[in-house]
């Protein structure tokens, strides 16, 4: 099964992060990858920009609206993903208990890949 | 007599074979709702064709092959509705797993772990830990739904809609059914065991409703102790927790006088306590504690228990070693609730001054804010130490907390006992 894995920090303590600990953070993240790589769980992922970087659609009642922000201002906003292939949850969340996070969560979602259209 | 096959002796049979035949079938057919409901028809098929066949030899064979044909004829009803991918596959996998060979269904560890893996799919974290009571209550003990909403005091169709979200989050999640691995397993079944003692606590001291006693509650939870003692031999948690059950449920009948008004611990009759209960209780401690560098929570639990059961009586109890146990749990397990029944402990082995502190740090703490027994507590050690008003003030602070009835007229009790 795939699985994607998403990634919720604070975004104004990781920018008040010192550049030591940016470069540690980089460091472990890069680690964490490339041993997903190697186990072969990895199928994608990436860092996102800052959520102030962010532009939401929001569709109802036969209307577009288009506003500035994440769809809903959080605590902790989404900062990166992950897309693992996984054999079961118990798989799944060992491999997210892995990620380098020191104050956070991660979401743990099932991919239908049923429904894919490609 | 094939004619004396009815309606109850197969539901007998059934009931007693339910468990297994689920597990089973589940992990033939690798989808929950699937499996349940071909347990359901394989069971409609015996009422029909047993009392013209007789009961078969293997009752436990028959009901799982006929349960995995329905599922496989469910299957393929879904296809000619649907045209599914995903139904095609399942089919495909169930039958790549061939007609499993009758001898395979006797006592076998093959079946056991399947109720094992089943148990541990039940109390999964991923889960809410009301669905796993929930599910466990249904799926592993067999109580029927409606039950089952009742035991939780939601109403059936509530519980009905949370049980399918709950089989369909283990489904499309892909939560594994299976014994988690040793680097999990500690874990695991100490999440088991939270699921047990909850189904067991909720008929000792229930939570909601009117806080009357569910005996039935505490059987069922024993029983499940029970069932994972036999399947998963030797964990000390799980003789300390069956002991600490067995423990207290040999005293529940002495709780209440015969007017059903909660009674203390000191004015119980000892004599209505169940002796067998506690010698087996007694004995599972030894076992749980045997490995002092195995020693857990529910071990320690179920030594303070065996200590006030054999006690002869309230003044005989061997407080010392009482309240050095509730020291080991402290460092076991440190939680505010456990400090204030150490204080207890400690107040009946050298006095109520110590104690005394201990509670009112307690409380300055704020740690257990609106918890009557801490209340009733200081209002009892107050109490002792002669300080009449004040013990007063702080009968009526639990009295202000209390939720259940019964509770509430043993305080009042007490507090009327003051003057």
């Known amino acids: ?118 | 007599m094939d004619a004396l096959i009815d309606h109850k002796a197969i539901e007998a049979v059934y009931r007693n074979e339910a468990g297994r035949v689920l597990a089973t079938l589940i992990r033939l057919v690798g989808d929950f709702e699937l499996a349940e409901e071909g347990a359901q028809e394989a069971f409609e098929a015996a009422l029909d064709r047993w009392p013209k066949i007789g009961v078969p030899g293997n009752p436990r064979a028959w009901l799982v092959n006929t349960g995995r044909h329905k599922a496989i004829d469910r299957l393929r009803r879904r296809i000619n509705l649907r045209g599914k991918l995903k139904a095609v596959a399942a089919e495909a996998a169930i039958e790549l797993q061939g007609e499993p060979a009758v001898a395979d269904f006797a006592e076998s560890e093959e079946i056991a772990d399947d109720r094992l893996r089943l148990i541990f799919t039940c109390c999964h974290p991923a889960l809410a830990m009301e669905t796993r009571v929930a599910l466990t209550l249904r799926v592993v003990c067999g109580l029927p739904t409606p039950a089952v909403a009742s035991v939780l005091l939601v109403s059936e169709e509530a519980m009905a809609q949370r049980l399918v979200r709950a089989k369909a989050k283990i489904r499309e999640a892909g939560i594994p059914y299976q014994v988690p691995d040793r680097a999990l397993l500690a874990e695991r079944l100490a999440g088991v065991l939270a699921v047990v003692y909850l189904v067991f606590t909720e008929g000792y001291a229930p939570s909601v409703g009117d806080g009357a006693v569910r005996p039935e509650l505490c059987e069922e939870a024993i029983r499940l102790a029970r069932l994972i003692d036999q399947l998963l031999p030797g964990q000390p948690e799980v003789l300390g927790l069956l002991s600490l059950m067995l423990l207290h449920s040999a005293r529940l009948d002495g709780r209440r006088d015969g007017a059903g008004e909660l009674l203390l611990l000191e004015e119980q009759d000892r004599g209505r306590w169940d002796r067998a209960r506690i010698a087996e209780g007694a004995a599972l401690v030894e076992r749980a504690l045997a490995d002092s560098s195995a020693i857990g929570p529910y071990g320690v639990q179920a030594a303070i228990a065996a200590l006030h059961a054999q006690a002869p009586s309230f003044a005989e109890t061997d407080w010392p070693q009482i309240a050095g146990l509730y020291q080991v749990l402290l460092r076991l397990q440190p939680s505010p609730v456990v400090e204030l029944n150490a204080a207890a402990a400690l107040s009946m082995a050298e006095g109520p001054m110590r104690a005394l502190s201990l509670v009112d740090a307690l409380a300055a703490r704020g740690e257990l804010p609106n918890y009557a027994p801490l209340p009733a507590a200081r209002a009892d050690l107050l109490q002792r130490l002669g300080r009449i008003e004040e013990a007063a003030a702080a009968y009526s602070d639990a009295i202000g907390l209390v939720r259940h009835a019964a509770e509430r007229r043993l305080l009042m009790r007490r507090l009327a006992s003051l003057f």
């Open chain 1, 1 to 118: 099964m795939q699985y994607l894995l998403m990634i919720y920090a604070n975004e104004a303590a990781f920018a008040q992060a010192t550049p030591e600990q940016g470069k540690a953070m980089t460091e472990a993240y890069a680690k964490f990858t490339q041993d997903i790589v190697k186990s072969g769980h990895l199928k994608g992922g990436d860092r996102l920009k800052p959520s102030n970087t962010a532009t939401t659609i929001r569709r109802g009642d036969g209307k577009t609206l288009m506003s500035d922000g994440p769809f809903a201002e959080t605590r902790e906003q989404l900062g990166g993903y992950y897309i693992i292939e996984a054999k079961d949850l118990d798989e799944a969340t060992m491999i997210a208990e892995k990620i380098p996070l020191t104050s956070g969560a991660v979401e743990v979602r099932p991919i239908d890949s049923m429904a894919r259209q490609y």
